[in-house]
T-cell receptor, first 109, second 115 residues
């Protein structure tokens, strides 16, 4: 079956770095997305990886290893506003998105 | 970036009535639109996938006759919750994609409360 795994909750300190991991098993693969979702709001797009390696966008970076079925989202210089849920989703061969349950990130001063 | 507009943002209705939620892609042609519902503190649950001009594909456990989805054009999809009941109260979110765009864009979400 198809499956996405990511930690349920993580805690980090303001100004620090945190890495949120995601492993996936899908029927075919057409890329992996990371979304940020604040409570009561719709998800907002963070990154899309389809090739192996690290892609950096400001304070956020996303990494993909297709051979390992693994991705991570790296957040640097954490700010209080980064407290949110982070959703990992893989696009399968039918262009259907398979969603993880999300990782709730708690930032402490 | 691409914009997907969802309307209404909030809706409160009486039990037994029907509610329509619209999802529009404002600056691109959405070949595929997705509808999700999300309960508090839970992840998105895909309800159905709709391709323009064809019938929606519903996920297992989602009632087709209760959640009517229409994708009549490349820029508009609608979700109608028929004979709504309090257990249908949820956050409904649409998303749209095009192969050319290579990304998936979300609407702002619609919070439905059924009294």
């Amino acid at each position: 079956g198809q499956n996405i795994d990511q930690p349920t909750e993580m805690t980090a300190t303001e100004g620090a770095i945190v890495q949120i991991n995601c492993t996936y098993q899908t029927s075919g693969f057409n890329g992996l997305f990371w979304y940020q979702q604040h409570a009561g709001e719709a998800p907002t797009f963070l990154s899309y990886n389809v090739l192996d390696g690290l892609e950096e966008k400001g304070r956020f970076s996303s990494f993909l290893s297709r051979s390992k079925g693994y991705s991570y989202l790296l957040l640097k210089e954490l700010q209080m506003k980064d407290s949110a849920s982070y959703l990992c989703a893989a696009l399968d061969s039918n262009y259907q998105l398979i969603w993880g349950a999300g990782t709730k990130l708690i930032i402490k001063p | 970036g691409a914009v997907v507009s969802q309307h209404p943002s909030w809706v409160i209705c009486k039990s037994g009535t029907s509610v329509k939620i619209e999802c529009r892609s404002l600056d691109f042609q959405a070949t595929t639109m997705f509808w999700y519902r999300q309960f508090p503190k839970q992840s998105l649950m895909l309800m159905a996938t709709s391709n323009e001009g064809s019938k929606a594909t519903y996920e297992q456990g989602v009632e087709k006759d209760k959640f009517l989805i229409n994708h009549a054009s490349l820029t508009l999809s609608t979700l109608t919750v028929t004979s709504a009941h309090p257990e249908d109260s949820s956050f409904y979110i649409c998303s749209a994609s095009s192969r050319a765009a290579g990304e998936l864009f979300f609407g702002e979400g619609s919070r439905l409360t059924v009294l």
